[in-house]
C-alpha cells in the first residue's frame, strides 16, 4: 500500500524513540527509497546529532533512488532482511510500511525479526509497522473497499480487498489528479498475538503499540499498528 510522507508528528515521534542523542545508530529494514530515513536524517541532522544511519533493502532499484535523494547521512547496503548480517549492533531498528507483510510465510517473518534482535544492543529498540488486521477485516464487512483521501488536490487510493486468515490480496488504484495507477498487492498480514510471540522468541519485550507512527494509542480501527519491542539485556 502506498504511504504517504510523513507528518512533523511522525518524525517526531521517532525521534523520541532514540534514548540517547550521543551519536546514536539506527538501522532502517526495508528503506525503500527513503520515506522515513531520509527525514528522520534530517531531523537528527537540525538537532545537531551525529547520527549513523544505515538503510537496507533487497532491491538495487530502490537503493540507487535513495541515493538519488543526496542524503549524505545515509549509508545503503544490499540485503535481505529475512538474512542480512553485517556485525554491528544498533540503537534503533525500523521495519515499518508494512515491510514485515510482503515476506512469503510465518518462517521468512519469523527469520526477520530474528535478523532484528540480532542487531540492537541490549536496550535497543525495534519500531515495527504493519497492516492492522481487524481494519482489513472491516474492510470486507464493507464490501472489500475503501477510499483513502491523501493530503493535496484529487489525491487519494481506490483499495480492493480480499482476505483469507492472514492473507491479503488487494488492488490498488493510485490517484493524483490525472496520473492513475493499478498496483495489485498480497501480503501475509500479522496478527497482534502472534507477531508478539515472535518477537517474544528473539528477546524482544513489547513497550507499547501505537496508531501508526504518530504516537496516538493502538485501536481496532488503526489502519495500521506501530509496535515498539526493547531488546532484553
Same mark, same amino acid.
Given at each position: ?17 532514540? +534514548? ?8 532502517? /529494514? ?9 527525514? /528522520?536524517?534530517?531531523? $537528527? ?20 533512488? $535513495? ?21 554491528? @549492533? ?12 510482503? =515476506?512469503?510465510?510465518?518462517?521468512? @517473518? @519469523?527469520?526477520? =525479526? ?10 535497543? =529498540? ?20 475503501? /477510499? ?11 483499495? /480492493? ?19 492513475? +495507477?493499478? $498496483?495489485?498487492?498480497?501480503?501475509? =498480514? ?22 501508526? $507512527? ?20
Amino acid at each position: 500500500m502506498i504511504f504517504p510522507a510523513l507528518g512533523p508528528d511522525e518524525i517526531e515521534w521517532l525521534s523520541r524513540q532514540l +534514548r540517547s542523542r550521543e551519536s546514536p545508530s539506527v538501522i532502517e /529494514f526495508g528503506v525503500g527509497t527513503g520515506r522515513v530515513l531520509v527525514p /528522520f536524517a534530517e531531523r $537528527l541532522a537540525d538537532e545537531g546529532v551525529e547520527a549513523s544511519l544505515i538503510g537496507v533493502d533487497a532491491s538495487r532499484e530502490m537503493l540507487d533512488r $535513495l541515493a538519488e535523494r543526496g542524503s549524505p547521512a545515509i549509508t545503503p547496503r544490499l540485503g535481505n532482511m529475512c538474512h542480512y548480517r553485517d556485525g554491528s @549492533q544498533y540503537d534503533l531498528a525500523l521495519c515499518v510500511c508494512g515491510s514485515l507483510a510482503i =515476506l512469503p510465510d510465518p518462517q521468512a @517473518q @519469523q527469520d526477520a =525479526l530474528r535478523t532484528f534482535s540480532e542487531h540492537l544492543r541490549p536496550g535497543g =529498540l525495534l519500531v515495527t509497522e504493519t497492516h492492522g488486521l481487524p481494519w482489513v477485516r472491516g474492510l470486507g464487512e464493507n464490501g472489500g473497499s475503501v /477510499f483513502l483521501r491523501y493530503p493535496g488536490v484529487r489525491r487519494g487510493m481506490v483499495v /480492493f480487498s480480499e482476505l483469507e486468515g492472514e492473507r491479503w490480496d488487494c488492488k490498488q488504484i493510485w490517484i493524483d489528479d490525472e496520473d492513475i +495507477r493499478v $498496483l495489485p498487492e498480497r501480503a501475509l =498480514l500479522i496478527a497482534e498475538d502472534r507477531l508478539l510471540d515472535m518477537a517474544e522468541a528473539v528477546g524482544l519485550r513489547r513497550v507499547g503499540s501505537f496508531d501508526g $507512527l504518530g504516537g496516538k494509542p493502538y485501536r481496532e480501527s488503526s489502519m495500521t499498528m506501530a509496535t515498539v519491542f526493547e531488546k532484553s539485556a
